[in-house]
């Protein structure tokens, strides 16, 4: 017998051999004593395994058995809603929080420039007061409060 | 549904509970889970041979089909139905453990040649004069002496009652190797079944 043939025979015991090969196969059998052997062995095979599938029982009692289920059936419940709706968390922070820091930056900087100017303008003031000394009058009125120079 | 009977779980039908569980009985649910519990995990641990992976994917099998209820149309029993998704969860779990690879010499030389040529044939039958549990249990015995890789197409043809197309399908493999693994796996249990034969005579 070829593998063909074997694997034919097995076809023809599982009702999935082609019709057109089925009355090779039965003139096979009919001929070859090895053959029909097979045959009987392999349909035999199949019919025991069936009618014996292995049964298999879960030690854990129906309540805790259920229990896990049920704990999954939950998280995975949870999960999904999360996943749908989301939660503010971290990125949600960082969505907001760039642009303010960056505003805030700006105003940090427009105020310094804005508190810085006036000293600046002060220490010149200063400089040109030491440097015109000499050709300058102040007169300050401390109940006015007001102070005036003369420059010449 | 008058509510007397909508709490009388264990005489409703698998169709009832299924109807009830997609409402969000959670009740009619474990009603369900006690019932084809057992049959359910007896299916994964055919596939996987590891108690705690079909314990795991049993319970994974019955989270889905709570999440898939509505996607259930009766067509095939529930159990069925059931039965279906815990063999898909073990197969994608065995094709991502890589399991379905040559994994002895053995299977390589089946896959090669076939060593199933050269069996002797099986002329007395190794199951005679057997009670049923015994017999279940040495199918199991023998079973559990199969490669995975013939295991699983010998589970899915004769416990499932998938044809070959299907299983070459499920499996992604050809029809040819379907052929040529479930007839080296049911000439390999005729023989482990006269061995164990032997085995208990001696």
Redo the contacts between chains.
Sequence with gaps: MS?EQ??EI??LV?G?LATGRQADVQRLLAADT?AA??HR??G???Q???A???????A?T?EF??S???R??EQ?ARAAAHAANPKPGLSSWLRWLVPVVGVAAVAVVVTLQQTASPTITEAAAVVDSSQAEASSLTYRSDADGVTVHWIN | MPMSLKNDYPSATDEQLVGWSREGDTEAFEQLVFRHRDKIFARALMMMRNEEEALDLSQEAWVKSWQRLHQFQGESSFATWMTRIVINLCLDRIRRQKKMRAESIEQMEEDLGGVERHMPIEHANPTEGLENDELRKRIDEAMGKLTEAHRTVLALHEFQGLEYKEIAKRVGISIGTVMSRLFYARRRMASLLQGLKRERKE
């Design positions: 593998s074997m694997l097995m076809a599982d999935e090895e052997a097979l062995e392999l035999a095979m199949r025991v395994i069936r014996h599938e292995p049964i298999g029982q879960v854990d129906r058995y259920w896990q289920i049920q999954r059936i995975e």
